[in-house]
């Protein structure tokens, strides 16, 4: 049982470049976040998927993408990455509407750096 | 609006002594979740504890407990017999659970156990 997996763990892109961030789980949730978050800033979100075939903007949707695969996986997409855009990437994925399984689990991260 | 204030950016504290770390939060709802959330130096976001607005009893995990005081909106997270390993960020967290699709962060405290 892994969790919640991301892939890559670091990237390197150039201005205007794009790439996908993979985020898959294994817990069986019906609900995936992406997040980013840089220092001072807490976490944002960016996007989140309530459940498979829906997904809906955050606070910071602007310059991303994201595909709801099936339940299992939920990528992020930037399609002409920005130096702004330089951060860590956090997915995370929660059962939604349990008694007791409001918390979310963490992937382990992508640190992003755009130049 | 929802939101969540950690009022101590930074605090640190001997090895096993007790520490007691802030957070308040606003809201008009009846019905949530309040999380403390660790991320040490591997960036790993890790829950730490979890409490339900409903019950009146604090919640405790091991060294680490909880003081949520529902009138005044505030939820403290206590750690006692601080360890090398309890230093990292410490993120308070809300969620709606009529609307639990977004998490509600503070920008998180920074705590340093020293030797």
């Known amino acids: 049982n892994a969790g919640v997996t991301q892939t890559p763990k670091f990237q390197v892109l150039k201005t205007g470049q794009s790439m996908t961030l993979q985020c898959a789980q294994d817990?069986?949730?019906?609900?995936m976040y992406w997040y980013r978050q840089d220092p001072g800033m807490g976490l944002r979100l960016i996007y989140y998927?309530?459940?498979?075939?829906?997904?809906d903007k955050g606070e910071v949707p602007n310059g991303y993408n994201v595909s709801r695969l099936n339940k299992r996986e939920f990528s992020l997409r930037l399609e002409s990455a920005a130096p702004s855009q330089t951060s860590v990437y956090f997915c995370?994925?929660?059962?939604?509407?349990?008694?007791?399984?409001?918390?979310?689990?963490f992937g382990p991260g992508t640190r992003l750096t755009v130049t | 609006a929802q939101t969540v204030t950690q009022s101590q950016p930074e605090m640190s504290v001997q090895e096993a002594e007790t520490v007691t770390l802030s957070c308040t939060y606003d809201?008009?709802?009846?019905?949530?979740?309040l999380f403390w959330y660790k991320q040490p130096p591997s960036r790993q976001m890790i829950l730490v504890i979890r409490?339900?607005?409903?019950k009146q009893q604090n919640a405790t995990e091991n060294r680490f407990s909880v003081n949520f005081q529902k009138a005044a909106k505030s939820f403290s997270l206590k750690i006692s017999d601080s360890q090398l390993g309890d230093t990292a960020m410490y993120f308070c967290?809300?969620?709606?659970?009529?609307?639990?699709?977004?998490?509600?962060w503070g920008l998180g405290t920074s705590l340093a156990v020293n030797p």
């Open positions: 809201t008009s709802e009846n019905n949530y979740y």
């Open positions: 998927s309530a459940s498979e075939g829906t997904t």
């Open positions: 995370a994925s929660s059962q939604y509407r349990t008694s007791v399984s409001y918390e979310q689990y």
């Open positions: 967290a809300f969620i709606d659970a009529g609307n639990n699709r977004k998490l509600i």
């Open positions: 817990m069986n949730h019906n609900s």
């Open positions: 409490q339900e607005a409903y």
